[in-house]
């Protein structure tokens, strides 16, 4: 088992497109003429997102530069700036096509729409009751266990349930090899798996974040400003001939649940290595901070975006786990570029703070 902590290791940002494509999700713009805007309005979109950028570059750009020389640095990231937009749009394009054909084609499991599907209705979730019941009575300390500081475990499924879920996964990976369509993977690190919200269960899963991670992170992560309104859904798989582990990295994402749904498997903890904001991401992790979660089928592990993890190696078996990713609107605009906010949640103040006031009786 691969339980070293490798301390020069880097800490990846892992990353999805979809967040970036708010208005490509599924069950939106049903029809084809809602997908693009009329022609002079893109014009207007594209102007004033360019006098954007130049104004953001001229107000950058040293005063020692000649005019001359403002100029040529300008239309040199200019090309390029427009460059990246056009790759950026054809990309968004192919993917509206990509979920566009799927939602039109695809049956799930017993040869159901998605839509009258009754495991693609949240109503028909199964969730342990005793979890319902404390979140309905505000009762969270009879079901949600912290494990370490900011770590929450609590049961979330019944394995019958689990097994329906692995089962509906399946069937979507076969139909996309059985039509040539290609399954697309969670996120920029993971190669197997696939995303969920592209098959049907993106209202299921805005759902599930509305009602049961809102109220838990509300709970136990109280400066994260609520509500938590988007989200994005998607199924990991680890085994011996796939990915065996995932590399040291934070989430895109303010709140993470993250539940093991089968099948057997040894090794794959969950390894946590404290919370930090993008400006101290890279800092290494104290002895503390270091803690091993072992997955237990049907049961859901709850930790801030931020919250540096990374999957150890599986040692045999399969491991599938859904996670999904909350984002709160809100606190990002809050913590976006204002460096300030961290200090409430980043543990790298509060090392720092320690350590501060530690050598200052020292040297009094
Ligand atoms: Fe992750
Ligand atoms: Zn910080």
Redesign the pocket.
């Given at each position: 088992m691969d339980n070293k902590i490798q301390e020069e290791e880097k800490v990846k940002i892992i990353d999805n497109k979809k967040y970036h494509q708010q208005e490509s999700k599924f069950n939106e713009h049903d029809h084809e003429n809602s997908l693009s805007s009329s022609s002079a309005e893109e014009e207007e979109n594209e102007n004033s997102a360019e006098q954007q950028f130049i104004n953001y570059i001229t107000s950058h750009l040293s005063d020692h530069l000649t005019v001359e020389e403002r100029s040529d640095y300008l239309q040199k990231v200019l090309s390029q700036w427009r460059k990246h937009r056009k790759h950026t749009q054809e990309e968004q394009q192919m993917y509206k096509k990509y979920i566009k054909t799927i939602k039109e084609n695809y049956l799930g499991t017993n040869s159901l729409l998605p839509s009258v599907h009754p495991l693609y209705q949240f109503q028909n979730w199964k969730l342990n009751p005793k979890l319902i019941q404390a979140i309905n009575e505000n009762n969270f300390d009879s079901v949600l266990v912290q494990v370490h500081p900011g770590i929450y475990t609590f049961e979330c499924f019944d394995e019958e349930f689990c097994q329906q879920l692995i089962a509906e996964i399946n069937h979507f990976e076969k139909w996309c090899l059985e039509n040539g369509i290609r399954v697309q993977r969670p996120n920029s690190m993971n190669n197997y798996g696939a995303i969920l919200d592209n098959f049907g269960f993106e209202p299921c899963l805005q759902d599930l974040m509305t009602h049961i991670v809102e109220p838990l992170a509300k709970h136990v992560y109280s400066y994260i400003t609520p509500p938590l309104d988007s989200h994005h859904g998607f199924v990991v798989e680890y085994s011996m001939n796939k990915d065996k582990k995932l590399d040291f990295h934070v989430d895109n994402a303010d709140v993470t649940l993250n539940v093991c749904l089968g099948q057997e498997f040894t090794g794959g903890q969950l390894y946590f290595g404290g919370v930090?904001?993008q400006?101290?991401v890279q800092t290494p992790s104290l002895p503390n901070e270091d803690f091993y979660f072992d997955h237990k089928i049907g049961y859901g592990v709850l930790h801030v975006g931020k919250h540096r993890h990374r999957a150890c190696e599986i040692t045999s078996g399969t491991r599938l786990n859904l996670i999904l990713w909350c984002l709160s609107s809100k606190f990002q605009a809050e913590n976006c570029g204002n460096?300030k906010m961290?200090?409430k949640w980043?543990a790298?103040?509060q090392i720092n703070e320690c350590f501060h006031k530690n050598s200052h009786v020292k040297h009094d």
């Open positions: 930090r904001c400006e101290h460096h961290c200090y980043c790298y103040h």
